[in-house]
């Protein structure tokens, strides 16, 4: 039976959410302690996906290229996972958190 006869697959927002929301986690690495987990709202028309990715970003760091990254891998694994165009990824950075100084990391004196 040819392919156009069988159907079609529907991927819920939500569904493509959540896999936006991951691929900007694993863009993101381990965050410091406060920080909240990346999350996305997405919305598809006609089988392209517009993506709006919210996050905190330990500071201090090069928070463009960051950005970047997330956008880069949040359009990739969106496309390779859904089968979607991803036509943007708009990031938020919600809440800049600092660092752990070394010496309050490590325990050291006061």
């Known amino acids: 039976m040819p392919a156009r006869d069988r159907g079609a697959t529907h991927v819920a927002d939500r569904v493509v959410a959540k896999v936006a929301a991951r691929a900007a986690g694993e863009a993101v690495g381990p965050l410091p ?6 999350r996305a709202t ?7 996906a517009r993506v709006r990715v919210h996050l905190d970003l330990d500071y201090p760091g090069d928070l463009g ?11 990739r694994r969106v496309t390779a996972l859904t089968g979607l165009a991803v036509r943007s990824v708009d990031v938020e950075v919600e809440r800049l958190v600092p660092r752990p100084r070394p010496e309050a990391a490590a325990g050291g004196a006061r």
């Open 33 to 38: 302690p406060g920080a909240v987990r990346p």
């Open 42 to 48: 997405v919305t598809v028309r006609d089988d392209v």
């Open 65 to 75: 290229a960051r950005c970047g990254r997330v956008r880069d891998r949040v359009a």
